[in-house]
T-cell receptor, first 114, second 115 residues
Framework: AQSVTQLDSHVSVSEGTPVLLRCNYS??????LFWYVQHPNKGLQLLLK??????LVKGINGFEAEFKKSETSFHLTKPSAHMSDAAEYFC????????????FGKGTRLHILP | DAGITQSPRHKVTETGTPVTLRCHQT?????MYWYRQDPGHGLRLIHY???????DKGEVSDGYSVSRSKTEDFLLTLESATSSQTSVYFC??????FGGGNEQFFGPGTRLTVL
């Protein structure tokens, strides 16, 4: 069965400092993993996805994530935070070989301090 | 938002009344989904459709029904609204089903308040 855990419900960083949003997953098959971003009063937008190709995935707006099978993690990082990065971020897992389901994490709200 | 619109964008209704939310896409994607978003829960799948007249339940389908008579439209109906259905509802589309790394594209959402 699939599951996804976002380890922090809120993260605060200063502008210009690195961002780390943590995500652990559980999957019985070969998972596909996604990070989506949601700005206030908006729909979700895809940041990046992992689908069994390169384990280091680069996304939009300078974000990247590394798939670590041994740690069952897919953490999202960015070297230098910008005020426009303030949003809610969702880690998502889906299985390619089991039930056709997609599971969303509960979200991490990122706050950027000036 | 990838050619997806939702209507209405905001609605306030009273307990016990029926409510229908509409999702319209111009992308000709086969798969459409309805989610609800609540604080502390992320997004939870209500129902989804894998073609015209083909639908299936998600994890929180009780109290909801859906219909898809055309590729471009996916309707979500709350048969008798309750306060627990106060939420933000998102429609999503994709050109392939959940698995295999297929991105979903999301609409702007509908904020529903049930008094």
């Amino acid at each position: 069965a699939q599951s996804v855990t976002q380890l922090d419900s809120h993260v605060s960083v200063s502008e210009g400092t690195p961002v780390l949003l943590r995500c652990n997953y559980s999957s019985s098959y070969s998972p596909s993993l996604f990070w989506y971003v949601q700005h206030p009063n908006k729909g979700l937008q895809l940041l990046l996805k992992y689908t069994s190709a390169a384990t280091l995935v680069k996304g939009i707006n300078g974000f990247e994530a590394e798939f670590k099978k041994s740690e069952t993690s897919f953490h999202l990082t960015k070297p230098s935070a910008h005020m426009s990065d303030a949003a809610e971020y969702f880690c998502v897992v889906s299985d390619s070989g089991g039930d056709d389901k997609i599971i969303f994490g509960k979200g991490t709200r990122l706050h950027i301090l000036p | 938002d990838a050619g997806i619109t939702q209507s209405p964008r905001h609605k306030v209704t009273e307990t016990g009344t029926p409510v229908t939310l509409r999702c319209h896409q111009t992308e000709n994607h086969r798969y459409m989904y309805w989610y609800r978003q609540d604080p502390g829960h992320g997004l939870r799948l209500i129902h989804y459709s894998y073609g015209v007249k083909d639908t299936d339940k998600g994890e929180v389908s009780d109290g909801y029904s859906v219909s898809r008579s055309k590729t471009e439209d996916f309707l979500l109906t709350l048969e008798s609204a309750t306060s627990s259905q106060t939420s933000v509802y998102f429609c999503a589309i994709s050109d392939s089903p959940f698995g295999g790394g297929n991105e979903q594209f999301f609409g702007p959402g509908t904020r529903l308040t049930v008094l």
